[in-house]
C-alpha cells in the first residue's frame, strides 16, 4: 500500500493566504490613495496639457491658435514647423513667451513669417511649453 504525504501542511496554506491578501490589500490602497490625493503644487508638468486647435496660412505666414486644456497656466516658448513626410524642421521660432490662462486661447499671430510652403503638401506645427509639454497639429497647405 502507498502512503501520501502531504506536500503542505494546513496551518501553512493558511499563512500563506493571509499573506497574500494583506499583501494585496497594501498595494490596492497604495494605488488608490495616489488617485485620491491630488496635490497640485506638486507636480504641475503632470497637469500641464495644450491642444492646436487651428492654424492659418496666408502670404508666407503662419499663425496657430493654441488652448490650455490643463489645469495650470501654461508658458509656450517654441514652436517648430515640420515636413510632414520627412519629419525636417523648415522653420522654428524658440524666442515665444506667451502665456495662456487655465482654459484659454492664445494666437501666435505670425509665429512663422516668410515661410515657403508648397500648396498640397503635409505640414506638422508644434509648439513647446516652458515644462517641455508638447502639441502637434498636422495641416495640409492651401
Known amino acids: 500500500m502507498t502512503r501520501y504525504r502531504k506536500?503542505?501542511?494546513?496551518?501553512?496554506?493558511?499563512?500563506l493566504l493571509v499573506i497574500i491578501a494583506v499583501a494585496a490589500g497594501v498595494l490596492i490602497w497604495?494605488?488608490?490613495?495616489?488617485?485620491?490625493?491630488?496635490?497640485?503644487?506638486?507636480?504641475p508638468a503632470l497637469q500641464e496639457r495644450i491642444k492646436i486647435e487651428a492654424v492659418n496660412v496666408s502670404d508666407r505666414v503662419i499663425t496657430v491658435y493654441v488652448r490650455n486644456i490643463g489645469s495650470v497656466e501654461v508658458t509656450i516658448t517654441a514652436a517648430y514647423l515640420?515636413?510632414?513626410?520627412?519629419?525636417?524642421?523648415?522653420?522654428?521660432?524658440?524666442?515665444?513667451?506667451?502665456?495662456?490662462?487655465?482654459?484659454?486661447?492664445?494666437?501666435?499671430?505670425?509665429?512663422?513669417?516668410?515661410?515657403?510652403?508648397?500648396?498640397?503638401?503635409?505640414?506638422?506645427?508644434?509648439?513647446?511649453t516652458a515644462r517641455g509639454t508638447e502639441a502637434?497639429?498636422?495641416?495640409?497647405?492651401?
Open 82 to 128: 515640420e515636413d510632414g513626410v520627412t519629419g525636417n524642421t523648415i522653420a522654428s521660432n524658440t524666442e515665444l513667451s506667451e502665456s495662456i490662462d487655465i482654459g484659454e486661447v492664445a494666437v501666435l499671430a505670425e509665429v512663422f513669417q516668410n515661410v515657403v510652403i508648397t500648396s498640397g503638401k503635409p505640414y506638422v506645427v508644434k509648439v513647446v
Open 7 to 15: 506536500a503542505i501542511s494546513p496551518i501553512i496554506a493558511t499563512i
Open 136 to 142: 502637434t497639429y498636422s495641416f495640409i497647405a492651401p
Open 30 to 43: 497604495v494605488w488608490v490613495h495616489g488617485f485620491a490625493t491630488k496635490n497640485p503644487t506638486a507636480q
